[in-house]
């Protein structure tokens, strides 16, 4: 017999009545209602969630933010119903609760009475986290329970995600706003530099005036310190001389009342001519040099006066200037003291920068106090110098006339003298000579007072002229020591407040400029960072074709194990007759192989035109889907030939084990390590893992190694088979001859 002819018997013997063909017929096409009706059951469930009932039960009481009223419960709720995932429904606490027992709602989704108080505290003190409650019931499904979960999640994150934008846009207009502040901050930075920069100049202009002025404070010091004492002597020789003067006026008007009747007593002015003559040579030797130092005096007092007068217009514009610099220095010192304190220097620049400032303001005003008791005591100096002038140009006048008068006197003391006779002609002479010099004299007494009285008063102004000077000094000093300090500190200022300008341009720029339109996209970004995307080398169009490969796996195993429920793995006689096991073990093995065939072929067609699930390599789906079925015939032929019911048996559990260890389901790394050792030992493994790889678009290489890993089980079935057959064909035991509970 050949294996042909073997295969034909046997296909022969399983349609020889109706009821053989109707029992072919029905394991013919359990794989198939297997492998279809649960892969119907279950293609795209997650396409009809919107038929799970759900309750929202939404117990928000609202809120307060930023004085408008929020109710995220009720957004929560509505964006829920209105996506409709779930077939939800509104419902009171109770409701619900009782919904979820006896099964009328598979879960619940409470929102509670503080929900969005919870998610606005996020801005207060006191942050707390809002609250999603989910109920849910096992008895009703555990996959609803678990769907539920993620439902939970879903709200939440997108909870968080509207929350997230809300403060993210809350904190990019802060930080707007900020930049905004910074950049009038910027300008008013670059305003306090300027004037800083200004003040700086000035006060360098300031201190070179005041190290000017305390020099020439020092000079006038200096110089107005002899001055006392030369006035002192120039005020006593001008007392003698008023003294003389007087004396000498006098003198004159006696002698003049004397002399008036003189022409009637020449008789007795004959008698004393001779003392006369002596008295008067006397008196015109001391007078000979009067007219000479009464112009040297007029000379040097006009010099003094000039000099004084040059000394009080020189001296008044510097007063002016030190009064001004008195004037200016407090509100000089009022205007830098907040600037000084708005800055951002440091502390101790800060304190010794006011302690200079109001040192400053003290000096102007001790400056003020010694500029007007100088320009007083200049005046007075001036008015004193003057009047010593003219006393000293009268005295310069009538010197001459009275040095003449008494030149005339002692030569009519001489003619008197030389004879009594020439007398009388001689008396009106000399009265009218005694005359003259009497009101010469007058007028030399009359110079000389105003003389002394204008050196009176000039030597009791040199010492508070001197003072004066002094304290000018001492505060032409102290200024200029307070107009450098000032200076250092502005200088300081000005290197602080442009720092501060460019500290405060870079902060600025470190914030990125925004509009509404840029920030409202910032928020969603910030609050929603991460969006997964969808980047599937090898996607199963839907929840039942990523189940398919699995079942269409178990589809050909229990189609293989039915139809050996009716088929003989080996013909007995055709050993016993024929003896050529190959052919025999061929020829059983390829009638359950053709009816594979059919059985995938037909199992194909219907996932993938009747289901609809998406294929991406059809003809090597099919190729697998066979070599499968092969693979599962040979196991079960081998198991029925070594063990034979026993076999059977086994051929049923090793289906269970593979049920567990394929990974069709879960992922095999879930699995215990006993079981997992089982994933890579069993061939149901490799036939899921080919038809997925085909299915979905996989990897070549990795269907070409299952196909080996299920070839060689195929083949190691086979030479099994063949072993055996090849023993039974040689000699027979005892249980081989017992009838088989099979066939």
């Not at 403060?167 to 207009?173: G, I, M, S």
């Not at 304190?341 to 106090?369: F, H, M, R, V, Y």
């Not at 889907?625 to 599962?632: C, D, K, R």
Request: charged share 15%; net charge neutral.
């Amino acid at each position: 017999m050949t294996t042909t002819s073997l295969v034909r018997a046997e296909l022969a013997r399983l349609t020889a009545t109706p009821l053989a063909r109707l029992a072919f017929i029905a394991l013919m096409v359990v794989p198939l209602l297997y492998g279809g009706a649960y892969l119907w059951a279950n293609r795209d469930p997650y396409a009809k969630l919107d038929q799970v009932p759900a309750a929202i039960v939404d117990q928000d009481a609202g809120a307060t933010l930023d004085g408008d009223t929020v109710d995220y419960g009720k957004d929560v709720a509505k964006r829920a119903i209105d996506g409709g995932d779930f077939k939800w429904e509104r419902a009171s606490a109770a409701e619900a609760r009782s919904g979820v027992r006896n099964g009328t709602y598979d879960f619940v989704v409470t929102i509670p009475h503080d929900f969005s108080e919870s998610l606005v505290s996020a801005q207060s003190d006191d942050p707390r986290r809002a609250r999603l409650v989910m109920t849910t019931a096992d008895t009703n499904s555990y996959l609803a329970s678990t769907i539920a979960e993620q439902a939970g999640k879903t709200m939440r994150t997108a909870v968080a995600e509207q929350v997230g934008k809300e403060a993210a846009k809350t904190l990019l207009v802060g930080l707007a706003d900020v930049r905004d502040s910074l950049g009038d901050a910027v300008d008013g930075a670059g305003k306090v530099a300027s004037g800083a920069a200004s003040a700086s100049n000035g006060a360098d202009q300031l201190a070179s005036g005041t190290s000017k002025l305390r020099d020439g404070a020092a000079q006038l010091a200096s110089g107005t310190k002899a001055l006392p004492g030369q006035t002192t002597k120039l005020n006593d020789g001008a007392q003698q001389v008023a003294t003389g003067a007087a004396s000498l006026s006098s003198g004159l008007s006696t002698l003049q009342q004397k002399t008036a009747s003189l022409p009637a007593q020449t008789s007795q002015l004959n008698d004393g001519a001779t003392q006369l003559q002596s008295g008067l040579h006397q008196l015109r030797d001391s007078t000979a040099s009067l007219p000479a130092d009464s112009a040297t005096l007029a000379q040097g007092a006009s010099r003094v006066a000039d000099g004084n007068a040059r000394l009080a217009d020189e001296a008044a514009p510097f007063i002016a200037g030190v009064q001004q610099l008195a004037t200016d220095s407090p509100t000089l010192a009022a205007q830098l003291k907040p600037l000084v304190e708005g800055s951002t220097l440091p502390d101790d620049q800060k304190t010794a920068l006011l302690a200079t400032l109001n040192q400053l303001a003290a000096s102007g005003a001790q400056l003020g106090t010694g500029a007007t008791a100088l320009s007083d005591n200049l005046g007075a100096l001036q008015t004193g110098s003057a009047q010593v002038a003219a006393g000293a140009s009268k005295l310069a006048t009538a010197a001459p006339t009275l040095t003449s008068g008494v030149q005339r006197l002692s030569d009519g003391s001489d003619a008197l003298a030389a004879g009594t006779g020439t007398l009388a002609a001689a008396a009106p002479a000399l009265s009218n000579g005694i005359g003259t010099a009497a009101s010469g004299a007058s007028t030399l007494s009359d110079g000389a007072a105003q003389v002394a009285s204008g050196t009176s008063t000039l030597a009791a102004s040199a010492p508070t002229l001197t003072n004066g000077a002094q304290s000018l000094a001492t505060g032409t000093a102290t200024a200029d020591d307070g107009t450098r300090k000032l200076a250092t500190g502005l200088h300081s200022l000005k290197s602080g407040s442009s720092k501060l300008a460019d500290s405060l341009d870079e902060g600025r720029t470190k914030i990125p400029a925004s509009n509404a339109s840029q920030r409202e996209s910032q928020a969603s970004v910030i609050s929603d960072p991460v969006r997964v995307g969808d980047d599937n080398v090898a996607a199963a169009d839907n929840y039942g074709a990523g189940l398919a490969p699995f079942f269409i796996s178990l589809a050909a195993w229990i189609g293989m194990y039915a139809l050996f429920l009716i088929l003989r793995p080996i013909s007995k006689r055709a050993i016993t007759a024929v003896k050529k096991p190959v052919q025999i073990v061929l020829g059983g093995w390829l009638t359950p192989v053709v009816l594979g065939v059919v059985q995938m072929v037909a199992l194909f067609f219907i996932v993938r035109f009747a289901l609809d699930l998406g294929v991406q390599w059809p003809a090597a789906t099919i190729g697998v889907m066979v070599l499968a079925s092969a693979t599962f015939a040979a196991i079960l032929m081998a198991l029925n030939v070594l063990l034979g019911s026993v076999g059977q048996f086994l051929g049923l559990v090793l289906m269970l084990v593979q049920l567990v260890t394929a990974g069709g389901t879960f992922p095999w790394q879930t699995l215990p390590g006993p079981l997992a050792a089982l994933h890579f030992a069993l061939p149901m493994s490799y036939s899921v893992d080919a038809l997925r790889q085909t299915m979905y678009g996989g990897s070549t290489g990795a269907v070409w190694s299952d196909a080996g890993v299920l070839a060689c089980w195929m083949l190691g079935a086979l030479l099994v088979t063949f072993v055996v057959a090849s023993r039974q064909g040689r000699s027979r035991t005892l249980r081989d001859l017992r009838p088989s509970l099979i066939g």
